[in-house]
């Protein structure tokens, strides 16, 4: 299937994580370690992506701030896993309450970008020019940041020359529609207590007759709260009834269309404060790479598995369903149930990388970062557990971005591979396709690195020059440059654009080999 017709679960566009360095005294400008440098990137949902590259390369960045582990520096993260109104978050409201005030920013911003534009076409090449696309660049990235977060809200209202009637009345339809949901996930609540509360009556041996006395009061306030959603359902409706009206005032506006396809369900997970990203938390899981101290050794096997549970309520501390579960989940993940006393000191380094797994597993996430979870076990080891992760992925429907420095294991394990190098991805595409076609050159001297047993088919390993730069001061332009066999002038200067050279497969770099 083409990239283009699968579902998107993540979309990273210009990700930035940049570290701050402690400044001293003889230092004079603030530094920073660019772990991550603008980044975009698309993650299919079912899909493992792979992520290879030298240590320090920004591999495990890339992964925690993802998970927003780290706050980013700059850029869009949008999650897909869920509908925006299910988290509510307090920034979609924000937006919508001063639509008037952010357009008028994003056309502030915008002439800001026709003017660096104006400059740099009139600059003749070299390298004041070369330094102004980087300016210009920068201010591209805002403005149209501005205009996104606009206009994946309001979609064609983007054309209406005042947005305050539009504000007001979205900013009802989004309180209305998130009281309502609020309101059906309470109900469905009380529901399940009812039954609950129904079936317990059953088991002590209690007539039907009696159980209806015990619960009628339950049962009646069931009934007239369905009432009051009713009535809210109907707000509901009327709000977004009002909504089309207005709507087709605008939709004959030729550019409606235009902006209307921008609409997005999608969630910004940067935007999310800690309350509502601590309930995305479970959707967006980690496993480490050392089994042997990520897990708390004071805990045992159950408390570790539990604590997640507990800490997102699934489970209330004492129901006796938590323990059932637990046990289910250490099944799956290939750990017999009565290991679940043990502390992890008891086990062996594929035991604890499992325990490891059904810790994030049993949250039901459904993006998980595997940071390098195979590499520190045996060989033998290694493919049992990503074995266990594959059938994992295929019954619980989830999607990895599994990080690895090995190649191998990356081959074996990923639909398709990004390759990073100091920061930033400049070589992405299916694995069969990267490992057939390498067109950048950092590709090429990784894969020509990896063993082989095909004795006459021994291709040279590609020594890189060099030491792998400083993040903190990368070189200008195409940051390989410096260790490039095939690197000229222009590569000093002029950032590559990432490009599609072939369907589905991207790269950044002047030079671009076995095209
Ligand atoms: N919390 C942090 N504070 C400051 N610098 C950091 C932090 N985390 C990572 N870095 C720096 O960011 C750069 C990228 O590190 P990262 O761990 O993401 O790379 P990696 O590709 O995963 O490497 P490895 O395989 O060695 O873990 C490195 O220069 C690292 O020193």
């Known amino acids: 299937m083409a990239n283009k017709d699968r579902k998107v679960l993540i979309k990273v566009q210009n990700l930035k994580q940049y570290f701050p ?21 698309d993650i299919y949902e079912g899909e493992t992506l792979g992520l290879v590259g030298e240590s320090g390369c920004g591999k495990s960045t890339l992964g925690r701030t993802l998970l927003q582990l780290y706050a980013q520096t700059d850029g869009r993260t949008m999650y897909y896993g869920r509908d925006v109104d299910e988290i509510a978050p307090a920034y979609v409201l924000d937006i919508l309450n001063h639509l008037v005030d952010r357009k008028k920013e994003y056309f502030t911003l915008k002439e800001k970008v ?122 509901l409706e009327e709000i977004r009834a009002e909504i089309y009206k207005l709507m087709k005032k605008y939709d004959g506006n030729p550019d409606f269309a235009k902006y209307e396809v921008y609409r997005d369900k999608g969630i910004n997970l940067a935007r999310l404060d ?19 101290s990520s897990l708390n050794p004071r805990m045992t096997v159950g408390q570790i598995i539990s604590e997640g549970l507990l800490a997102h309520k699934y489970f209330d501390k004492n129901d006796e369903k938590l323990q059932n579960y637990v046990m289910e989940v250490m099944e799956k993940c290939g750990l017999a149930p009565y290991f679940i006393h043990r502390y ?16 994030a597993l049993a949250l039901k996430p459904k993006f998980v970062v595997c940071d390098e979870a195979v590499s520190a076990l045996d060989v033998s080891i290694q ?25 191998s294991v990356i081959k074996y394990i990923s639909d398709r591979v990004g390759v990073m190098y100091l920061g930033n991805i400049v070589e992405l595409a299916a694995t069969e ?10 590709t090429e001297a990784l894969l020509s690195a990896i063993p082989t047993t095909d004795v006459d088919n021994k291709k040279e390993a590609i020594i890189l020059e060099g030491d792998i730069p400083s993040p903190i001061k990368p070189p200008s332009g195409c940051k390989f440059h410096t260790r490039c066999r095939y690197a000229t002038d ?19 770099c002047h030079h671009k080999i076995n095209l």
């Open 274 to 292: 800690e309350e509502e990203s601590r309930k995305l938390r479970k959707d967006l899981q980690l496993i480490f790479q050392d089994p042997y």
């Open 344 to 359: 992890p000191h008891q086990f062996s380094g594929g035991q604890r990388q499992r325990i490891g797994i059904a810790r």
């Open 21 to 41: 360095i402690k400044k001293n005294f003889i230092q004079k400008e603030k530094l920073f370690v660019r772990a991550n440098d603008d980044i975009t990137l």
């Open 114 to 235: 026709e003017n660096i534009k104006k400059q740099y076409d009139a600059l003749p090449d070299g390298d004041e020019k070369y330094a102004l696309r980087a300016h210009l660049l920068e201010a591209e990235k805002h403005s149209r940041d501005s205009f996104l977060d606009i206009v994946q809200l309001i979609g064609g209202f983007f054309v209406a020359d005042n947005l305050a009637p539009v504000s007001d009345i979205l900013v009802k339809e989004y309180k209305a529609g998130v009281e309502y949901r609020k309101l059906k996930e309470k109900q469905n609540e009380a529901r399940v207590a009812y039954e609950g509360q129904r079936s317990s009556l059953k088991e002590k041996g209690k007539t039907a007759v009696q159980i209806d006395a015990a619960t009628k009061g339950t049962l009646s306030q069931i009934e007239k709260q369905d009432e009051f959603i009713k009535i809210k359902e109907k707000e």
């Open 433 to 442: 396709e990267l490992f057939a076609h390498p067109t950048h050159p950092y």
């Open 490 to 508: 222009i590569c000093k200067k002029v950032i590559p654009d990432f490009e599609e050279v072939r369907p589905d497969h991207f790269v950044a």
């Open 383 to 407: 493919s049992q557990i990503i074995n266990l992760l594959l059938d994992l992925k295929e019954q619980e429907n989830l999607t990895y971005l599994f990080i690895s420095h090995d190649l």
